[in-house]
T-cell receptor, first 114, second 110 residues
């Protein structure tokens, strides 16, 4: 069953701790994305990667870091430098070949920092 | 940079009625995509429009891309409770960033 998995679904952390959110896809997509969604708001781009070992900052990258060591994995670390980390985090991937631009989203991780 | 504005932010609809939500840009867009996010869920791709004046239909949903490629609309006829959710428009820029509007949240009165 192809798709994107994010784990865990709910995550609680104490203030000042770094936390890493997992994102795995088996769609063989080159491009992967991380978004943040706050209640009642749209999606804001944190980081994205077009290819393995390369990634770019999105609109709100401060306080976050990523890595792209494997095509199928794009973990996001929320560092203690992120001032308001409590949010819904969504990972997505997009196939580049064939001109398809549809983004497929994972189920998301709800992070609460206490 | 480029961005899209969606109106209205909230749409309360009587079941069976029609409604339209709009997505506007101050600059010309090369494409527009629409996504639907059910409450508690994740966004799901609905459609992509790339041509000036393009109109596409999916059952009760009609999507349109303006002639100047600066606006788009989503029209839903005979609204059902299954239409509840937030509808986002988005565009893919040349650097492959997908930028989203703030969304229109739809509630339905039975």
């Amino acid at each position: 069953d192809g798709g994107i998995t994010q784990s865990p679904k709910y995550l609680f952390r104490k203030e000042g701790q770094n936390v890493t959110l997992s994102c795995e896809q088996n769609l063989n997509h080159d491009a992967m994305y991380w978004y943040r969604q706050d209640p009642g708001q749209g999606l804001r781009l944190i980081y994205y990667s077009q290819i393995v070992n390369d990634f770019q900052k999105g609109d709100i990258a401060e306080g976050y870091s990523v890595s792209r060591e494997k095509k199928e994995s794009f973990p996001l670390t929320v560092t203690s430098a992120q001032k308001n980390p409590t949010a819904f985090y969504l990972c997505a991937s997009r196939g580049v070949a064939g001109g398809k631009n549809e983004q497929f989203f994972g189920p998301g991780t709800r992070l609460t920092v206490l | 940079g480029q961005q899209v504005m969606q109106i209205p932010q909230y749409q309360h609809v009587q079941e069976g009625e029609d409604f339209t939500t709009y997505c506007n840009s101050s600059t010309t867009l090369s494409n527009i995509q629409w996504y639907k996010q059910r409450p508690g869920g994740h966004p799901v791709f609905l459609i992509q429009l790339v041509k000036s004046g393009e109109v596409k239909k999916q059952k009760r949903l009609t999507f349109q891309f303006g002639e100047a490629k600066k606006n788009s609309s989503l029209h839903i006829t005979a609204t059902q409770t299954t239409d509840v959710g937030t509808y986002f428009c988005a565009f893919l820029s040349n650097d492959y960033k997908l930028s989203f509007g703030a969304g229109t949240t739809v509630t339905v009165r039975a």
